[in-house]
């Protein structure tokens, strides 16, 4: 058998930061699409203890790659101060995301820091984390002490040989589960978990979740398997449409849609009938919904993206070291957004022939889900 080989190139390029003075009139910006700022995912390292194949290929990050050494992660008082100008600019959500965040040392602290913020209504942020849930038995407690609201755990099956098979490292699913029970036993929630669908891999544990998880207020949400990245070897016939997710569940329990919690949510809701709680479906691929984004992300290392699918970014750290005031931050950012108008999602088969052609997509561990 052929040894599979990828291709690597160096997805984190840089755009020129805005020039002073660039930003537009206006306390919280828009872009172009007019969508506004309102949630920030910040990645607090770009390591992770998993292996899953669409996000970090063990083939691709073995022992030999490169991550970025601990000197160019932002710090936890560089993080805060960027977060604190996010949300002056209207961001009222914050998500800890990475790699894997649990894996940053004391990331706890950081919670508490980012806990002390406020929005410009003068509200507490809404702060939560998203986590493969192998270290959240042991860290859930101190999480919620120093002020984490709420946990998405990412769970792709139920089954445990599918499990191990799916995380690449072995580890047991019945972990993951305890670190679930740790975080409701300490009021982290709601907690939301995050299957990841590819056909044929893992479609066949849609309905063993979902029965697992009816009736305990935890939502269950399916993704479609996405073309983040350059390694993850994405194809089109492994996605399976949420369409096709709804109808397999609508086959074992009856399901009406509901309305959308809130303006820009990622995911479609739908109830059980029978009173059993709520799912959601995220259909980037096959029913985008780019045109209500409001989500800006951060990377470890204090770049920013403003598309998941995104093949550059800016470096805000180059400011933040660079001997910038709060005032001349605030106006990159705010220019930054003001020009975006990333809508990848609806123009995939033209932008995935760009990036064919020399652009490659920043990887998901880099910057978070």
């Known amino acids: 058998m052929a040894e599979r080989v990828i291709p690597l190139v160096d997805a984190r390029a840089v755009r020129p930061l805005p020039a002073a003075g660039a930003r537009a009139s206006g306390p919280t910006p828009a872009d172009r699409l007019g969508r506004p700022l309102r949630d920030l995912r910040i990645s607090v390292t770009d390591r992770c203890n998993f292996r899953c194949s669409y996000c970090m290929p063990k083939e691709v990050f073995?022992?030999?790659?490169?991550?970025?050494?601990?000197?160019?992660?932002?710090?936890?008082?560089?993080?805060?101060?960027?977060?604190?100008?996010?949300?002056?600019?209207?961001?009222?959500?914050?998500?800890l995301t990475g790699g894997e965040p649990l894996l940053r040392k004391d990331v706890e602290r950081l919670v508490g820091?980012?806990?002390?913020?406020?929005t410009v209504d003068g509200k507490p942020p809404d702060i939560t984390l998203t986590t493969n849930g192998s270290l959240l038995a042991r860290?859930?407690?101190?999480?919620?002490?120093?002020?984490?609201?709420?946990?998405?755990?990412?769970?792709?099956?139920?089954?445990?040989a599918v499990f191990r098979r799916m995380n690449d490292v072995d580890f047991p699913v019945a972990d993951v589960l305890q670190g679930i029970d740790a975080a409701r036993a300490a009021g982290l929630g709601p907690i939301k978990v995050n299957m990841v669908v590819k056909r044929g891999t893992n479609d066949h544990e849609i309905?063993?979740?979902a029965e697992h998880f009816r009736g305990t207020g935890i939502v269950l949400r399916f993704i479609e398997f996405m073309d983040v990245g350059a390694t993850n070897g994405w194809r089109m016939d492994e996605v399976l449409p949420s369409a096709t997710v709804i109808e397999r569940l609508q086959q074992v329990h009856p399901l009406a849609p509901l309305?959308?919690?809130?303006?820009?949510?990622?995911?479609?809701?739908?109830r059980y009938l029978d009173g059993g709680g709520e799912i959601g479906v995220i259909s980037s691929v096959t029913r985008p919904f780019c045109r209500d984004c409001n989500r800006a992300r951060l990377s470890t290392e204090g770049r920013l993206y403003l598309c998941l699918f995104a093949s550059?970014?800016?470096?805000?750290?180059?400011l933040l070291r660079g001997g910038a005031d709060d005032a001349r931050i605030a106006d990159a950012i705010a220019a930054i957004w003001q020009q975006r108008d990333d809508r990848y999602s609806e123009q995939r088969q033209a932008m995935a022939a760009d990036t064919g052609r020399g652009a490659r997509r920043v990887e998901m561990h880099y910057i978070g889900g």
């Open 62 to 95: 073995d022992k030999r790659y490169a991550f970025l050494p601990h000197a160019a992660l932002l710090s936890f008082e560089e993080v805060t101060r960027l977060a604190r100008l996010f949300l002056q600019l209207g961001v009222r959500k914050l998500r």
């Open 113 to 118: 820091m980012l806990a002390a913020l406020r």
């Open 139 to 160: 860290k859930a407690r101190a999480l919620k002490d120093a002020g984490l609201q709420r946990v998405t755990v990412s769970l792709d099956a139920l089954d445990d």
């Open 207 to 209: 309905v063993p979740l």
């Open 259 to 270: 309305e959308a919690a809130a303006p820009g949510e990622t995911a479609e809701r739908w």
């Open 312 to 318: 550059s970014g800016y470096d805000l750290r180059e």
